[in-house]
Structure formats: C-alpha cells, structure tokens
C-alpha cells in the first residue's frame, strides 16, 4: 500500500469519526467508546507502525525546523506526523464533546468548536475554551 492510499484511508477514518462525533447525543454511548478509544487506538497503532518501519535510518529530527523538514521529505514520515495529528485532534475533539455535556453547554455552542477543531485543531479548543469560560460565567 502507499502512503497516498493510507493517507486517504485515515482522513476517510477521520472524517467519519468526526460526523459520528458530532451526531453522538443522537448515536448513543457506543458512538462516544468508538470515536473516543477505538479509532485513536487505532490511529495510534498506525502511527506507532509508520515510525517503528520507517524512522531508523532516516536523517532529520526534532532538534531544529531544518531538521523536521528533513524529516518529513519522507512520505511515510510524513504521513506519520499527519496520523498523529488526527489522532489528538480527535482525542481533543472527544474531550471537547464529553465536557461540554457534563456541563451542559448547548450543542449549537459546541458544534462550530467541534468542526473548527477537526479543521484547525489548537484553533477549535481554543474556541472551545472561550465557549466553557463564558459559560462558566
């Protein structure tokens, strides 16, 4: 398989989980248990594979914004870099859904939170944030 079609196959995962997550008060629980922990699991497990396979021997690092370039020239890093970034957008996405219900914040609050986090990850829990602050208030 390539890292083209992995790539799709992830953000097709993604993509699903993301609307499964966004209807889960009318899903139900098993909604909420595959969203938030099988599909990072597995999102995980990816990840884990793409690094162990591919890391050894690859130049680049952490250490400097020329190495993680480097780092990333490699399409099965790369696609290991975007697996991680779906999978804690999502896990935040998950925590973003979970508390805003033990809150009881309106969901037409959390949803643009949801969608802006699927999309911009840092940017929708910051949104989210705001949400649950003015909430709070």
Not at 90 to 101: H, N, P, Q, Y
Request: net charge positive.
């Amino acid at each position: 398989m390539t890292p083209e079609a992995l790539f799709a196959a992830a953000n097709l995962v993604a993509l699903v989980s993301w609307i499964t997550l966004i209807l889960a008060p009318w899903l139900g629980e098993w909604s909420r248990v595959a969203v938030g922990r099988v599909v990072p699991a597995l999102l995980a497990a990816a990840y884990v594979i793409l690094i162990a396979v591919h890391w050894i021997g690859h130049r680049g690092g952490f250490s400097s914004l020329p190495d993680v370039a480097l780092l990333f020239q490699n399409p099965w890093l790369l696609l290991a870099g975007w697996v991680h970034y779906l999978a804690f957008d999502l896990l935040i996405g998950c925590w973003e859904e979970r508390d805003a219900r033990e809150r009881g914040v309106p969901r037409w609050l959390v949803v643009p939170c949801l969608l802006l986090t699927f999309m911009f990850g840092p940017a929708g829990w910051l949104a989210y944030q705001g949400v649950r602050t003015v909430r709070k208030a």
